[in-house]
């Protein structure tokens, strides 16, 4: 059965440094997320790719964010200078269309230091 | 206003309960509900995706839409405690992006 995969599972950085998080997304789908959720909070939404291009972001989304699909298979979540409150779980998801199921991967825990 | 809102619980039952889990929502324009469920540290799981008003029923699981009251539940027959886990309501945004909107999780477990 195909499935969203994530690396690393858990990556630990310090202050200030820059992290790429990666997804494969499942290889026929066209719409690409990232969500991410607090210890304790609700997973909260990021932003939403399609088409190469952003097509929504949330407030959290500022300037230190960025995605990219570089290639025909992955999908990445940079953070150029992370901060303390950076530290959570981080998902990626896709599907198949707009309003078809999100496959969600099995997350990213973030710790910044 | 929180847009989903969600008793976080937590909620313990004996086995074979019935369970019933709610969330509400504040925006009239929202059309398309889920259910997910999540074991610790791991992704959400779609259990359940309804849209507009009415009942959707999986096996154990049943849906309930409710639009004019601005209220969704998930029922679980004869519960498990396999199904110990939290359980997530979910809607999308009004963009048309695909943006999922969660409530804040109810935790379960249920008890042999």
């Known amino acids: 059965e195909p499935e969203v995969t994530q690396t690393p599972s858990h990556q630990v950085t310090q202050m200030g440094q820059e992290v790429i998080l990666r997804c494969v997304p499942i290889?026929?789908?066209?719409?690409f997320y990232w969500y991410r959720q607090i210890l304790g909070q609700k997973v909260e939404f990021l932003v939403s790719?399609?088409?190469?291009?952003?097509?929504?972001k949330s407030e959290i989304f500022d300037d230190q964010f960025s995605v990219e699909r570089p290639d025909g298979s992955n999908f990445t979540l940079k953070i150029r200078s992370t901060k303390l409150e950076d530290s959570a779980m981080y998902f990626c998801?896709?599907?198949?269309?707009?309003?078809?199921?999100?496959?969600f991967g099995p997350g990213t825990r973030l710790t910044v230091l | 206003q929180k847009e989903v809102e969600q008793d976080p619980g937590p909620l313990s039952v004996p086995e074979g309960a019935i369970v019933s889990l709610n969330c509400t929502y504040s925006?009239?324009?929202?059309?398309?509900f889920m259910w997910y469920r999540q074991y610790s540290r791991k992704g959400p799981e779609l259990l359940m995706y309804?849209?507009?008003?009415g009942n959707k029923e999986d096996g154990r699981f049943t849906a309930q839409v409710d639009k004019s009251s601005k209220y969704i539940s998930l029922f679980i027959r004869d519960s498990q405690p396999s199904d110990s886990a939290t359980y997530l309501c979910?809607?999308?945004?009004?963009?048309?992006?695909?943006?999922?909107?969660f409530g804040q999780g109810t935790t379960l477990q249920v008890k042999p």
């Open positions: 998801a896709s599907s198949v269309g707009v309003y078809n199921e999100q496959f």
């Open positions: 290889s026929n789908h066209l719409y």
């Open positions: 790719f399609y088409n190469n291009e952003i097509s929504e």
């Open positions: 925006n009239s324009a929202f059309q398309y």
């Open positions: 309804t849209y507009s008003s």
């Open positions: 979910a809607t999308h945004g009004s963009g048309n992006t695909g943006k999922l909107i």
